[in-house]
């Protein structure tokens, strides 16, 4: 069995290239998806078929809470949560939590949660979430964004290194130049984009992790 693959990334609206590649003399076979350190990669990097994947083992996840919901206390499911579902929706998250497949995801979220606080399955998860202390996906999200630009700091630009001109968006990172929407959508802009809506006095701790981590938590 041949381990190489060849993968042809492409927007939607370009048509595929019939491309071939050669090695050794032999053609490289073409695939829509493959399997990378367990995130499923397809042609247009929409995270769809990853998404996919990931709905019947956060299906299995919240049965089993179900099952066991009779017999353990709330703190007991808490945990159940963060070691069954938490683990399988956090992983990779930055790259497809804004896919708008990931809405799927979030319905499954807000079903355990509504399990565990043995809540109706019409009622508002807000105030549930919070309850539990519990991440919303979305918030999930965005926390994770922020914590790869702390650990990557270096990767990024401040205004401040752009020009000299004292202005109240120093702090703020440079935004590069991007028309390509899929581009857009990636960890590298989205995170610029979102950390630039931080409050200021949240962005003067980005340098010192430990307390911009305790500031981010503090305000969601």
Known sequence: MTKHIFLQFQTKANK?????ILYSNKIIATTKS?????LTLDTTLNWKHYIGELIPRLNKA??????????????????????????IMSYGLIFWGNSTDS?????????????ITNSNKNASCRELFKNLNILPLQSQYIYSIF????????QFSPNSHMHTINTRHNNNLCVPAANLTLYQK????????????LPTTIKNLSDDKNKFQIALKNSF
């Not at 493959?34 to 367990?38: E, M, N, P, Q």
């Not at 099952?67 to 206390?73: A, V």
């Open 147 to 154: 914590l790869f630009i702390t650990k990557n700091k270096d």
């Open 34 to 38: 493959i399997k990378f350190l367990g």
């Open 103 to 115: 809405d799927n995801i979030f319905k499954i979220q807000k079903r355990i949660i509504r399990i």
């Open 62 to 87: 919240c049965h089993a809470i179900r099952s066991i919901k009779p017999f353990m206390l709330p703190n007991v499911l808490r945990s159940t949560y963060f070691l069954y579902a938490h683990s």
């Open 186 to 197: 990636g960890v590298y802009y989205s995170g610029i984009k979102i950390f630039n809506h």
């Open 16 to 20: 595929e290239n019939n491309t071939q």
